[in-house]
C-alpha cells in the first residue's frame, strides 16, 4: 500500500522534491503537489501560499519554477494572486464517496441499446463466411490512390478546412446521376446528402422525421442497425414479418400501429434476400401517403444482381414518392471509406435544409472528391462489373457446396443478389450456439434468430456471407458448419478437422 503523503503547509516547505528524470520536471512536480494540498483541503479556501522566494529556498529549486508553477494554478482557478501574495480559491469540493452510494441511472435509451448484442465479435472481421464483407484483395488500389492523388492536388490546402456540410457538390452530383441510371432513382444533386454510411444516414432519417414515442415498422427479421437508430430515437419499434414477396403489411397493422417511419429492403431484404414485389411496392407507398408515414428505403445489396437486371429503386417508381433513398459505398468500394448518401424526396428538402447544416459539418472531404472522380472516370461502374461476376461465381460455388456437404435438413433462400445466403435449418439446431461454436473455428456466419425480435420457428439458421470467402474454401469451410450443427442438435463435441 502507498503511504499517503503529507502535504501539510509545514510539509510543502520541507519534503524535497524528486530529483530523479523519470519523475517530471521540477515545475511540474510541484504544480501536482500544490493541486492535490488544495483539492484534499490541506490548503484550506483564503489560506495564503509561501512567498516564492521563501518556497524556492526552501524546496531548492528556482523562484522562476515557483512564479511559474503559481501562475499555471492561478489560471486553472486554484489560487487567485492580490497584493498580500497568493491565496486559495474557495472551491466545492465533492462529497466523499460513500461504499454504498448508487452509482447515476444509467439513462434509458442506453439501456435499449445495450439489449443489442452483436451476432459477432468485431475482432473476426476477417473470418471466414462473414456476412457484408466484400472481397477486399479484389480492390483496385491503383486506380483508388490515382483518384485520390488527383482529389489532393486538384483541392489543394483548401480542402482540409470544414466542407458543405451536406457534402462535396461534385460527389452529390455525381451520385445522382449514378443512381438515375443505375437504380432509376429520381433525384437532383440538392436532394443527395453525405453521410458516413448507411447506419448514419439512417440515423438521420430518425433524428428529422420523427418525436420520441412514435412508431417505426422494421422488418422482421431485418436489419439490426435501423432498430439501434429507432431506439436512439426513442420511437417505439413494430415488427413487421417478412415472406417470399418482402415486407407484408395488412391493412390491420395500418390501423392497429399507424407508423411514423417504415424501414425496407425492397431490393434485396436482409437478411433472407426476399424481392418486394410491384403490389406491395405501390401499395407501401400509397398507404404511407395516406397515413402521413415516410419510408426509409435502404438499397442494400442492390448493385449486385447476379440474375437479369437489377431490380429498380422503389423511390423512382412515382413522382414525389414518400421515400427517403439509402444507399453507402462500404459494400461497393470498402467499409472503412465511411461513404454513404440519403436521397431526401424533393418535398422535404426545404424543411430540413437548415437542421442538417446544423447537424453535420462535412469532412472527408479528399476521399468525397476522390469517389467522384472515381464515378465520374468510370472507374466505378467498371469495379462493379468485375465483382458482379465475382461475386456471381462465389454464390455458385457456395450453393454446390451446400448441396454437396451441408448434411442436414435445410432451405437456401436468396443467391439472386449481394453478398450472402441464408440457410434455414429445423428449429431443433441451435443457430446461436452452431455460430458460437464456428467462430472458435475462424468461420463468422451470422445467427439467422438473432435478426428477429419475434423469433418464429422458420428464423433459425445461419446467415453466409460469401464476398470475404475464395471459392476453394467453401467445402471444406460447409463440411465444418455440418459437422457443428449435427453436434449442436445431438449435444455432442464436434469432430476433429481433416
Not at 181 to 210: D, K, T
Not at 236 to 246: L, Q, Y
Request: a positive charge; hydrophobic letters at 40%.
Amino acid at each position: 500500500m502507498v503511504p499517503r503523503l503529507d502535504l501539510s503547509p509545514t510539509a510543502l516547505l520541507e519534503s524535497p522534491l524528486d530529483r530523479n528524470r523519470d519523475a517530471g520536471s521540477m515545475q511540474r512536480q510541484l504544480h501536482d503537489r500544490l493541486k492535490r494540498a488544495i483539492l484534499d483541503g490541506s490548503l484550506a479556501p483564503g489560506s495564503r501560499l509561501p512567498g516564492s522566494r521563501a518556497l524556492a529556498e526552501a524546496l531548492g529549486i528556482s523562484r522562476n519554477t515557483v512564479a511559474a508553477t503559481y501562475e499555471h494554478l492561478a489560471a486553472e482557478g486554484y489560487v487567485q494572486p492580490d497584493r498580500q501574495g497568493t491565496r486559495v480559491t474557495a472551491l466545492s469540493s465533492p462529497a466523499p464517496a460513500k461504499r454504498t452510494a448508487r452509482p447515476p441511472g444509467t439513462p434509458a435509451t442506453a439501456q435499449r441499446l445495450a439489449k443489442i448484442r452483436p451476432l459477432a465479435s468485431r475482432a473476426e472481421t476477417d473470418a471466414a463466411l462473414r456476412p457484408g464483407v466484400p472481397a477486399l484483395s479484389h480492390f483496385p488500389f491503383a486506380a483508388w490512390r490515382g483518384a485520390l492523388d488527383r482529389a489532393i492536388r486538384g483541392a489543394g490546402p483548401a480542402a482540409l478546412g470544414y466542407g458543405d456540410p451536406l457534402g462535396e457538390p461534385r460527389l452529390r452530383a455525381a451520385i445522382a446521376g449514378h443512381l438515375s441510371v443505375a437504380r432509376g432513382v429520381r433525384c437532383e444533386p440538392g436532394q443527395v446528402v453525405i453521410a458516413e454510411g448507411a447506419q448514419e444516414a439512417i440515423s438521420l432519417c430518425v433524428r428529422l422525421l420523427s418525436n420520441p414515442g412514435d412508431t417505426g415498422w422494421v422488418e422482421d427479421p431485418g436489419y439490426r442497425g435501423v432498430k439501434a437508430a429507432m431506439h436512439a430515437g426513442d420511437m417505439r419499434i413494430v415488427p413487421v414479418r417478412v415472406d417470399t414477396e418482402g415486407l407484408c403489411a395488412s391493412a390491420a397493422d395500418w390501423q392497429k400501429h399507424p407508423p411514423r417511419l417504415v424501414y425496407a429492403t425492397p431490393s434485396h431484404q436482409y437478411p433472407v434476400g426476399a424481392v418486394l414485389s410491384i403490389a406491395r411496392r405501390l401499395d407501401l407507398i400509397a398507404q404511407a401517403r395516406k397515413h402521413g408515414a415516410w419510408i426509409i428505403e435502404d438499397d442494400y445489396d442492390s448493385e449486385f444482381r447476379h440474375t437479369g437486371e437489377p431490380i429498380g429503386a422503389m423511390q423512382g417508381l412515382v413522382s414525389d414518392a414518400p421515400v427517403l433513398y439509402v444507399g453507402t459505398f462500404s459494400k461497393t468500394m470498402f467499409p472503412s471509406l465511411r461513404l454513404g448518401f440519403l436521397v431526401l424526396p424533393r418535398q422535404l428538402v426545404p424543411a430540413v435544409q437548415a437542421p442538417l447544416e446544423e447537424m453535420l459539418r462535412g469532412g472527408h472531404r479528399y476521399e468525397q472528391l476522390a469517389m467522384a472522380d472515381f464515378i465520374e472516370s468510370g472507374q466505378f461502374s467498371r469495379h462493379l462489373g468485375r465483382m458482379r461476376r465475382l461475386y456471381r461465381d462465389r454464390q455458385q460455388a457456395l450453393r454446390l457446396a451446400l448441396h454437396k456437404h451441408l448434411k442436414v435438413p435445410h432451405e437456401i433462400d436468396g443467391g439472386y443478389c449481394g453478398l450472402h445466403l441464408t440457410v434455414r435449418l429445423p428449429a431443433r439446431f441451435d443457430d446461436r450456439k452452431i455460430a458460437a461454436e464456428a467462430l472458435r473455428h475462424r468461420i463468422a456466419p451470422s445467427p439467422l434468430s438473432g435478426f428477429a425480435m419475434q423469433p418464429t420457428e422458420r428464423d433459425n439458421g445461419l446467415v453466409l456471407g460469401y464476398g470475404n470467402t475464395a471459392a476453394e474454401l467453401f467445402e471444406p469451410l460447409v463440411k465444418r458448419l455440418s459437422q457443428l450443427a449435427r453436434a449442436a442438435q445431438h449435444g455432442t463435441p464436434p469432430a476433429s478437422a481433416h
